[in-house]
């Protein structure tokens, strides 16, 4: 069994020991977010356009905390704590930069949920707390994990077992473990994943109405190519335009060669004719993610292109009509890549260089993914990107990238599909 799926399927363990099955940052890392979306402090976007759907509610998230408390009381924790980032957003709609001082959102089993934060940063954590849960503030030169032990004592859990945020540091766990050696550990990752993994009727319809306005900029930006110009200033009028509609976002912008490497090369380009120009970005609508690529010929594609260009729409194609509820996320990817191999472009990572698709929603990668060997089942309300590619080092690289939601009966994409290789028609 695969180490992603083995942190999926298997019951959170006791002990310190199963904590290092966990996703790991180091001590200084910040909490994922979407490569393209440029850093905002409170985690959304700068303005939200009058036409957007509602934000989630604070009952929404009491669902989601019930929710999570069920699955605790399934796996036998008494607890739950969540560091700073997507998972703290999710639960509990606070948005907190991480730092050597712990910040957590601690979640019984039963009872008002706590926060621990620096007594410093009281008045700010008030703020964002609005009196939901009760706080709990510790001093420069004390321990604040052993704050969270003494309350998780004082909630009459001392001798439950605590569930970890899976993308906690390290040494929140090794602090925790010296604070109170005989406490028992165990992975979140299980609570989390089924919590987030899974969308409400709402979250999709405010990821979808983030892609199609990250199509609209795209459209106008795509207007503005001409020789000479450089990704840049491409990837500039991508992000202006998603300004004008209100949201904060960008895009990797690669021409020609540099399009043959799924992330770039680390140098500028000037666009030149006949030239591929790929446009990967997002942006973000309440803290969700959008996911697109669109890749365009600057004049008249070869005959390469062009059957490059066929060859990554019919995987693309084939994905999500393969995909449904009852199927597994590696037998998407194995579909897509089939199409690709069977046009001569394979075998196995030759050119497709890397999975077809990750999920999507407060976080730009999350759980879970189509890749190759996942056994995990497809639900209703599962969200990921179907991004089929194909990369050939020293001409060019083609993939094309839209976000789709397991529906009852399918899969939906969240946008049209780019139907050519002209500009105008992404």
């Known amino acids: 069994m695969k180490r992603r799926e083995f942190i999926q399927s298997s019951v959170a363990l006791s002990g310190i020991g199963a904590m290092t099955m966990g996703k790991f940052n180091s001590r200084a890392a910040p909490p994922l977010r979407n490569p393209h979306t440029p850093e905002n402090t409170d985690g959304k976007s700068a303005r939200i356009g009058a036409d957007a759907p509602a934000p989630i509610s604070e009952g929404e998230r009491e669902q989601r905390r019930e929710k999570a408390r069920a699955q605790m009381?399934?796996?036998?924790?008494?607890?739950?704590?969540?560091?700073?980032?997507?998972?703290?957003?999710?639960?509990?709609?606070?948005?907190?930069?991480?730092?050597?001082?712990?910040?957590?959102?601690?979640?019984?089993?039963?009872?008002?949920?706590?926060?621990?934060?620096?007594?410093?940063?009281?008045?700010?954590?008030?703020d964002q707390v609005k009196g939901r849960f009760d706080l709990r503030v510790w001093q420069e030169d004390q321990n604040p994990e052993v704050l969270v032990a003494d309350t998780l004592k004082d909630l009459g859990l001392a001798s439950g077992r605590l569930a970890v945020d899976p993308s906690a540091r390290t040494f929140v766990l090794t602090e925790l473990a010296t604070a109170r050696p005989g406490m028992q550990f165990g992975t979140a990752a299980l609570v989390v994943n089924q919590s987030r993994g899974v969308k409400t009727q709402h979250e999709i319809e405010i990821m979808r109405f983030a892609n199609q306005t990250t199509l609209q900029a795209y459209r106008e930006a795509f207007k503005s190519l001409r020789a000479g110009m450089t990704q840049a200033e491409l990837a500039g009028r991508v992000s202006a335009e998603m300004k004008k509609l209100g949201y904060d976002g960008g895009a990797l912008v690669l021409f020609g060669e540099s399009s043959a490497y799924p992330h770039g090369l680390p140098h500028p380009r000037e666009l030149q004719e006949n030239q591929v120009v790929l446009v990967d970005g997002g942006l973000n609508v309440h803290g969700y993610q959008s996911d697109m690529t669109r890749t365009v010929v600057f004049g008249t594609p070869s005959a390469e292109m062009q059957k490059v260009f066929d060859t990554v729409h019919e995987a693309q194609a084939k994905a999500i009509a393969f995909a449904g509820p009852g199927k597994e996320c590696g037998q998407v990817d194995a579909v897509a890549r089939k199409v690709i191999t069977d046009a001569g472009y394979g075998p196995d990572y030759r050119t497709f260089t890397h999975r077809l698709g990750h999920g999507i929603g407060l976080e730009g990668h999350e759980w879970p993914y189509l890749v190759r060997g996942s056994r995990i089942v497809l639900e209703p309300g599962m969200t990921f990107s179907d991004e089929p590619g194909i990369y050939q080092y020293g001409k060019f690289g083609i993939r094309l990238e839209d976000i789709m939601a397991i529906t009852e009966s399918g899969a939906e994409?969240?946008?049209?599909?780019?139907?050519?290789?002209?500009?105008?028609?992404i």
């Open 73 to 126: 009381r399934q796996l036998g924790f008494a607890a739950m704590l969540i560091e700073p980032g997507a998972n703290m957003d999710y639960f509990a709609g606070i948005q907190w930069g991480r730092s050597e001082r712990l910040f957590a959102f601690l979640l019984p089993v039963t009872g008002k949920p706590v926060v621990i934060a620096p007594g410093f940063e009281q008045q700010r954590a008030e």
């Open 413 to 425: 994409m969240m946008t049209p599909t780019q139907s050519s290789l002209k500009a105008e028609a």
